[in-house]
């Protein structure tokens, strides 16, 4: 019967008492009495990544073998794993159980030098790395993506230094100032259908081409209620005072022709100091969160106001919302739509025009792109009555106008 084997734990042990186990990568040794052991470590103790760092050399009559638990030729299973040998006293029968180190002991032949550690390019990125494994090692479906890959990026910069190559022929020939008056020329001649309010062609009365509901909501209309009572409480001294100080004509004359009905009347008022916003936004360059606080402006309607009429931009660190030429456009829109509204669906181009600071021809276009039907003013010679009113009215009638563009052809010179 065999005897019984128990096993002791060993305290913790000093470096120097660990096993070693060693493996030779070019077979097996026989004779292991002839083989010279040495063991090293790293000088540096106070280098946590050098501390631990162990060398050993075993050598023979015909051949030198080294192995080290750092570097390329290493086994990585050091750091993955924790070995242990268990030593055997046969006279008490007990074992005694020791950690280990592994080595991986490779041949070295002298006179070749060896490189430890191949030196690696670092001036190559990721992207770089994985294209060289790809090459070496990937498949064909991925060496095929990758030269894809590289020809349209050669071709990307083609285009671009191209592109630059055009930009800067074409600065050098009209100017740097030139092309900035262009563009912002061609930006205040934008499409204008881009910034009209919700159109409905297929609606059956003229109230609900553009709705009201896309002017305010709801909530938006209520909380007009304090301001349009103030307006409501204006006196006609008070009107003619702002008259003179060349205040808003659309915005004085919609106050002086309240209607008597109570509901007309809180209607008119609320969007006719809606409106009055509207017209003192379209020429500012710029707003803050302080913009209608002198007027009573509630929050809600100048968050409104800054989210659809503004455009944001940075500055110094800081966001700025900006009045651009197409958000002034856009402004006139809803300043159109909105005097439609109060004013049974006819509005008077001409004072709007001049409120907003825009040319006759522009709101005229606006109009037009509206579909409202335009009337021309009478051109007669003044009546008994009074004198003529000159004013161009735009009012909204079913079917909506479509016009044509006109376009315009030189004439021809008469050859004498």
Known sequence: ???????????????????????????SVKNTDKLDFTFYKNTDESNPRKKSRRMLVAESDRLSYVGNN???????CNNLCKY???????????????SAQLFNMQPVIPGETTETEKSQDTS??????????????????????????????????TLHQAVAKAANTVIDQKGLEALQQEVAQTESQGDLALHLPPCHTDADRPENVYLFDDLLSPVEYEALEAAGSKMAALTPAELQTMRDNGGCLCVVKQLETLPSDDEAREKRTRCTYYLSLLLKLARQKSITRKFGQEEGCPRIIQNKLMRTFTVETFNNGRVQNLVSSSMRAKVAAYCLTLLLHISHMTADLTLLHRDLGVTE???????????????????????????????????????LVKYEQLIERRKRKKMR
């Open 1 to 27: 019967m065999a005897a019984a084997c128990s096993l002791v734990c060993c305290e913790e042990e000093r470096e120097a008492d660990k096993a070693v186990i060693v493996q030779f990568s070019n077979g």
């Open 361 to 399: 021809a522009r709101m005229v276009e606006l109009a037009k792109s509206m579909g409202l039907t335009l009337i021309k003013p009478a051109r007669g010679k003044a009546d008994e009555a009074g004198p003529r009113d000159d004013h161009r009215q735009a009012s909204l009638v079913l079917p």
């Open 70 to 76: 750092f570097g390329t030729g290493s086994l990585k």
């Open 84 to 98: 242990y040998v268990g030593v055997l006293d046969k006279q008490t029968m007990q074992m005694e159980v020791h």
């Open 124 to 157: 190559q990125t990721y992207r770089d790395k994985v294209d060289s494994l790809i090459e070496a090692f990937g498949t064909n479906k991925q060496k095929r993506a990758l030269v894809s890959r590289r020809l349209n990026q050669v071709g990307s910069e």
